[in-house]
C-alpha cells in the first residue's frame, strides 16, 4: 500500500500541526467508538427479538473485547513491520466487514464469533492512529494530541447511543450495524488517499531496529518498568467498570422503567459525559500533570456512581448523573493512552498505547462478565453501582501513586521524545 508522502525526515523538524492527518485518525477512532459499542446497546432489542435473557450476549461482549485486547497486544509488531498507514487501513477494513455481516447474524454462536473477528479490526485502530498523529504532528504535542485522538472513542459512543436509540425504534437492531459499516466504508477512501506513510515523513529505520523498539521488553527497561506496571494495573480497573455500564446500562435502565427504545440513551449520556471527561484532560494538562487530573477525574467517578445508587426513578437525573459516570471512568481510558505516550519513546509509543490498553481491554472482558452474572444473578441495580466502586476506589490508589513515583534522569536524546507525564 502506498499513500501520500512529505519531504520532513525527523520528527523534531516537524513544528506546525498536521490538520489532515489528525482529522482522519480522530474519524477512524470515532467509527472505532461507535461500534465498540454498537452491541451493547442492542443487546435490550435483541433479548426481545430472539427471546432470551439479556445474560445470553455476555459471551458475544466478553469475545468483542478480547478481540479488541489482542488487536491492541499485536499493533506494535504489526506497525513496525508494516508502517501504521497500512495497520489503520486493515482495521478499518476488518471492523467494516465484520460489522456488516454481525446485522445477518442469526444465532448467538455466529454473532459472538463475527463480534471477536471485528474486535481485532476494533484493536489496532485506536493505537495506530495515535502513533502516527503523534509521529506527524510536533513533539511538543503528543500528550494534548493522544489526548485527542484517543477522544473519538467518545464521540463515538455518544454518536452510537444517540442515533442507536432512534434506529432501533425505527428499524431494529441490525440497523446499528449497518450504519456502521457503511460509514467506515465511505470513510476507507479519503484513508487511502489522505494518510501518508509515516516512515516516509520522518524517515524508515531498519526492520530488525524498528521491531527491537517495538518489543513489549521496551516496555519493561529499568527507566519505564514500575510506571509501566501501575499503569497497566490503572488501565485495567478503569476499563472493567466502564464496561460493564457500556454493555449493560441499557439493560440496567429497564429496570428504572426505560423503554427498550430509550435505554440506549444510557450509552448516550455516558458518551457526553466522556466527551466533557475529554475536555477536562485537554484543559487540565495544559497546567497539571495528566496523572493529576486524572486522580480527580476518577475521583468524580466515585461520586457519581454513589449517587446513582440512591437515586430514584427520575429518567432525566439518572441520565445525567451516568453522564458524570462516564466523564470519570472515560477521562481515566482516554487519560492512560496520554501518559503512556509521555512514558515511552516514539518508536515505542504504539506498543506502550497498545499494550497498556490491551490491559484495559482484559478488563473489559471482566466487566462485561461480572455484570452479566450479577444480572443473571437478579442483582438490584442499586447493588451492582456500588460493588462497580470498589475497582474504582483501587483504580483512584494506583494512579496517585503513579503520579509520585520519579523515573531517573533522561538524557538530552531522551527528553527530546518525553513529554511530561
Keep these: 500500500m502506498s499513500g501520500p508522502t512529505m519531504t520532513s525526515n525527523d520528527t523534531s523538524e516537524i513544528t506546525r500541526p498536521n490538520w489532515p492527518v489528525l482529522t482522519l485518525a480522530f474519524i477512524a477512532v470515532v467509527l472505532d467508538g461507535y461500534d465498540t459499542i454498537a452491541l451493547g446497546l442492542s443487546v435490550p432489542s435483541l433479548a426481545r427479538d430472539w427471546d432470551v435473557s439479556a445474560s445470553h450476549f455476555t459471551p458475544a461482549l466478553a469475545l468483542t473485547s478480547l478481540g479488541v485486547a489482542i488487536g491492541y497486544i499485536a499493533v506494535g509488531r504489526l506497525v513496525a513491520r508494516f508502517g501504521c498507514r497500512n495497520v489503520v487501513l486493515v482495521a478499518v477494513g476488518v471492523f467494516t466487514i465484520g460489522s456488516l455481516l454481525t446485522a445477518w447474524a442469526g444465532s448467538i454462536v455466529e454473532l459472538t464469533a463475527l463480534r471477536?473477528?471485528?474486535?481485532?479490526?476494533?484493536?489496532?485502530?485506536?493505537?495506530?492512529?495515535?502513533?502516527?498523529?503523534?509521529?506527524?504532528?510536533?513533539?511538543?504535542?503528543?500528550?494534548?494530541?493522544?489526548?485527542?485522538?484517543?477522544?473519538?472513542?467518545?464521540?463515538?459512543?455518544?454518536?452510537?447511543?444517540?442515533?442507536?436509540?432512534?434506529?432501533?425504534?425505527?428499524?431494529?437492531?441490525?440497523?446499528?450495524?449497518?450504519?456502521?459499516?457503511?460509514?467506515?466504508?465511505?470513510?476507507?477512501?479519503?484513508?487511502?488517499?489522505?494518510?501518508?506513510?509515516?516512515?516516509?515523513?520522518?524517515?524508515?529505520?531498519?526492520?530488525?531496529?524498528?521491531?527491537?523498539?517495538?518489543?513489549?521488553?521496551?516496555?519493561?527497561?529499568?527507566?519505564?518498568?514500575?510506571?509501566?506496571?501501575?499503569?497497566?494495573?490503572?488501565?485495567?480497573?478503569?476499563?472493567?467498570?466502564?464496561?460493564?455500564?457500556?454493555?449493560?446500562?441499557?439493560?440496567?435502565?429497564?429496570?428504572?422503567?426505560?423503554?427498550?427504545?430509550?435505554?440506549?440513551?444510557?450509552?448516550?449520556?455516558?458518551?457526553?459525559?466522556?466527551?466533557?471527561?475529554?475536555?477536562?484532560?485537554?484543559?487540565?494538562?495544559?497546567?497539571?500533570?495528566?496523572?493529576?487530573?486524572?486522580?480527580?477525574?476518577?475521583?468524580?467517578?466515585?461520586v457519581f456512581l454513589v449517587i446513582s445508587a440512591f437515586l430514584g426513578p427520575d429518567k432525566a437525573l439518572l441520565l445525567l448523573v451516568f453522564g458524570g459516570v462516564g466523564l470519570g471512568l472515560q477521562a481515566g481510558m482516554i487519560g492512560q493512552a496520554a501518559v503512556a505516550v509521555s512514558i515511552y519513546p516514539q518508536r515505542t509509543a504504539a506498543t506502550g498505547v497498545g499494550w497498556a490498553s490491551s490491559m484495559g481491554r482484559l478488563g473489559s472482558v471482566v466487566g462485561p462478565i461480572v455484570g452479566g452474572a450479577l444480572i443473571g444473578l437478579g442483582t438490584a441495580t442499586s447493588t451492582i453501582v456500588l460493588l462497580a466502586c470498589i475497582p474504582v476506589f483501587a483504580a483512584l490508589i494506583v494512579v496517585v501513586i503513579l503520579g509520585r513515583v520519579r523515573t531517573p534522569a533522561l538524557s538530552e536524546q531522551d527528553v527530546a521524545s518525553h513529554a511530561r507525564a
Excluded at 169 to 195: D, K, R, T, Y
Excluded at 290 to 301: D, I, N
Design 116 to 302: 471477536f473477528v471485528t474486535g481485532l479490526g476494533l484493536g489496532a485502530v485506536m493505537p495506530a492512529a495515535v502513533a502516527q498523529a503523534t509521529a506527524l504532528n510536533p513533539a511538543r504535542f503528543r500528550q494534548s494530541i493522544a489526548v485527542f485522538v484517543t477522544m473519538g472513542i467518545s464521540l463515538g459512543a455518544l454518536i452510537a447511543g444517540v442515533a442507536g436509540s432512534q434506529l432501533v425504534s425505527n428499524f431494529g437492531w441490525p440497523s446499528v450495524f449497518i450504519v456502521g459499516a457503511v460509514a467506515s466504508a465511505v470513510l476507507f477512501p479519503f484513508l487511502w488517499f489522505g494518510l501518508p506513510d509515516e516512515r516516509a515523513v520522518i524517515g524508515s529505520v531498519p526492520v530488525a531496529d524498528a521491531k527491537r523498539s517495538a518489543s513489549v521488553a521496551r516496555l519493561f527497561d529499568s527507566e519505564v518498568r514500575t510506571r509501566t506496571l501501575l499503569l497497566w494495573a490503572f488501565a485495567f480497573l478503569v476499563f472493567s467498570v466502564f464496561y460493564i455500564f457500556s454493555s449493560w446500562l441499557p439493560t440496567l435502565l429497564i429496570s428504572y422503567g426505560f423503554s427498550t427504545g430509550l435505554a440506549p440513551l444510557g450509552s448516550a449520556a455516558l458518551g457526553v459525559g466522556s466527551i466533557i471527561g475529554a475536555g477536562i484532560l485537554i484543559v487540565g494538562v495544559l497546567k497539571f500533570k495528566m496523572t493529576s487530573v486524572l486522580t480527580g477525574t476518577t475521583a468524580a467517578a466515585i
